[in-house]
């Protein structure tokens, strides 16, 4: 899991680093790693360093500060660099003057437009933890004036450090320069998409920041975590998936949900409602019935889509709350609960719940989700003692107990109808298989996230061929979970002959495994392709954390 931490935390953990390191020291790291990506970017996207042109926008602190000594260690390489001064009294003193001794230039006012629309690339040293609210009017208006990619340090400024919300102009940067770790503006709400791709540079912060607010799952964790059948598996032991799903008028979302849990786990899975006609149809190898009640036992339930709000939803919501296992409650089973809180009561004790809203089924249930999207989901997480999955673009996690975990959508192709119906159904099946309920939603979703791509490949889907390729989703994160065990066992190989043996099992795995990996990497390039400007300066597969960024 990557760790994500709020500004208090980075803050406290800088001022323990900074009370045993040389004044100034923080800042040279940081800005140094900054001015590194810059010519990197540079030379792939212009063909060289020397002599291109970089405006640094230059706010009035340590931000500001970062980018003026990026922009001294740039000039070394003969890069031109103007500094354009939003607050030129207030411009980071050393950071100035290191720029000036190296040849760099300064503007102010009126020249600084022309300086920002000429550039070969633009440094966003604006504003970074200290941001509140919107980029205000002068820097927007030069923000405006950009038409070259963005390098932002810290955060792209417009953006709410802690919450990623965006209330007005923001950059959209192309790559974003961080320190010590990612911060919550990188991974959440719009803050996720100005920010581009993340770069972390290592400044020396890690020992001091303690356990992570928020965590970000590796593809290799959901593989590995990801429920197989075993030598003595039989269609039962996996663990049988319920679906209370769909309605004469909504015989769709069943056949996608159903199919969700079909795909992502072996065993058997159990359809009851007034869509079998069409669940058997399709899915031949389930069991259905027309009503919860007659439907045998599961060890998880799915219900609410397309399940309607009248009284056999009712019924079927009731029944399932009340079976004692996990259920997945989404759709129409949401605004159920939203409408007639009463039926909370037919919950067994204890039953792991996980709600999986979207932002207008989370207003109706909990409230509006405010611009802060952890808060939303961790209150409601704790009011009804159950996972709240907040859906978009990156979507939240919270459990009650406080773990909140944050996936980020490599794309956009989830959003078509249909698609919660299936992350519903791949919910449930891990449910069944005895998953925790947090790690079987983040995973779920991760891996919901990538069939999307998979399927989409740089055109447009719909629900059904996001479901179709989730076999395709769980073998690439299975191959990146085997190429881990491949790159763990392989220091190991030589201890034992089983060693060696697991070392080569691992290997083969990992060999058999890569075209898929490659498969989810050119996905995941391609669909930053389809984000326009950000395109052009998407770093080369393999140099860093493109998929994770
Ligand atoms: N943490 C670390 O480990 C390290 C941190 N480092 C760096 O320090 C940075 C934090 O620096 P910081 O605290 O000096 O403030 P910073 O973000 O530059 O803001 C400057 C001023 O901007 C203003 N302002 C506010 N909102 C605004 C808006 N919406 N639009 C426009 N302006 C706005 C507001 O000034 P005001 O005008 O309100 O007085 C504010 O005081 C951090 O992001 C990183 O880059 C690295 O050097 C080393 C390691
Ligand atoms: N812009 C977006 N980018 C990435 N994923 C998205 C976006 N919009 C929606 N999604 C995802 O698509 C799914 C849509 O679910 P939902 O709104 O319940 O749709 P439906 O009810 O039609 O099945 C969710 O998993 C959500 O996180
Ligand atoms: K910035």
Redesign the pocket.
């Known amino acids: 899991m990557q760790g994500v931490w709020t500004v208090d935390h980075v803050r406290s953990a800088e001022e323990r680093v900074m009370a045993v390191v040389p004044a100034g020291t923080l800042m040279r790291r940081a800005a140094f790693g900054v001015a590194t990506e810059v010519a990197g970017l540079l030379a792939r996207h212009t063909g060289g360093v020397a002599g291109r042109r970089v405006a640094l926008l230059v706010g009035a602190g340590n931000n500001g500060g970062d980018a003026l000594w990026a922009g001294a260690f740039l000039r070394r390489r003969g890069v031109a660099v103007t500094a354009v001064l939003l607050a030129p009294n207030r411009a980071h003193p050393a950071g100035l003057a290191a720029l000036r001794r190296a040849g760099g230039r300064t503007v102010t006012g009126a020249a600084a437009g022309a300086v920002v629309a000429a550039a070969d690339l633009v440094v966003d040293g604006i504003v970074g933890l200290s941001a509140r609210g919107p980029l205000r009017p002068d820097a927007a208006a030069l923000v405006d004036r950009i038409t070259a990619p963005v390098v932002a340090v810290d955060l792209p400024s417009g953006v709410d450090p802690d919450t990623g919300a965006v209330t007005g102009p923001a950059v959209r940067a192309a790559v974003t320069v961080t320190f010590g770790c990612r911060k919550p503006g990188h991974v959440l709400a719009a803050g996720a998409t100005c920010s581009g791709v993340v770069r972390v540079v290592d400044i020396g912060l890690g020992p001091e920041l303690g356990e992570p607010d928020l965590v970000l799952l590796e593809p290799a964790e959901v593989g590995a975590a990801w429920p197989v059948p075993g030598p003595d598996d039989d269609k039962y032991t996996q663990g049988v998936t319920g679906i209370a799903a769909g309605s004469a008028a909504f015989p769709g979302a069943a056949v996608l949900a159903t199919g969700a849990a079909v795909h992502a786990t072996s065993g058997m899975v159990r359809y009851a409602g007034q869509a079998a006609d069409a669940v058997r149809a399709r899915w031949p190898e389930t069991v259905t019935t027309g009503a919860v009640a007659d439907a045998g036992r599961v060890q998880a339930w799915v219900v609410g ?1 397309g399940l309607g709000t009248g009284k056999a939803g009712t019924e079927a919501l009731t029944h399932v709350l009340g079976a004692g296992v996990p259920v997945c409650v ?2 129409d089973a949401i605004t159920l609960l939203a409408t007639n809180p009463g039926l909370w009561d037919a919950r067994e004790p204890d039953t792991p719940v996980v709600l999986t809203p ?1 932002d207008r089924e989370f207003a109706r249930l909990a409230g509006e989700v405010g611009p802060d999207r952890v808060a939303a989901a961790t209150r409601a997480a704790s009011q009804f003692d159950a996972v709240v999955l907040l ?3 990156s ?1 939240v996690v919270a459990a009650p107990d406080g773990r909140v975990l944050v996936d980020r ?1 490599g ?2 192709w ?2 078509t ?5 299936v ?1 519903t159904g791949l919910i449930g099946s891990l449910l069944a298989a005895g998953m925790d309920p947090w790690l079987a939603a983040g995973s779920a ?1 991760l891996v ?2 990538l069939a999307a791509e998979l399927a989409a490949r740089n055109a447009p889907i719909g ?1 059904s061929a996001l479901l179709d390729a989730v076999p395709d989703a769980i073998r690439a994160v299975r191959a990146a979970a085997g190429a881990s065990m491949a790159a763990g066992a392989s220091m190991a190989a030589g201890a034992s002959t089983a060693a060696g043996v697991g070392a080569a099992a691992g290997a083969s795995m990992a060999a058999g495994a890569s075209t898929a990996a490659g498969v989810s990497m050119a996905a995941g390039v391609g669909a930053a392709a389809g984000a326009g400007a950000v395109a052009r300066w998407t770093p080369a597969a393999g140099d860093g954390s493109v998929s994770a960024g």
Do not use: F, I, Q
């Open positions: 889509p989404d759709a979207h859906k978009g673009h979507t959508a794309s956009a989830p959003a109808a249909g698609s919660g119906d992350l979703c919901h996230g629900a």
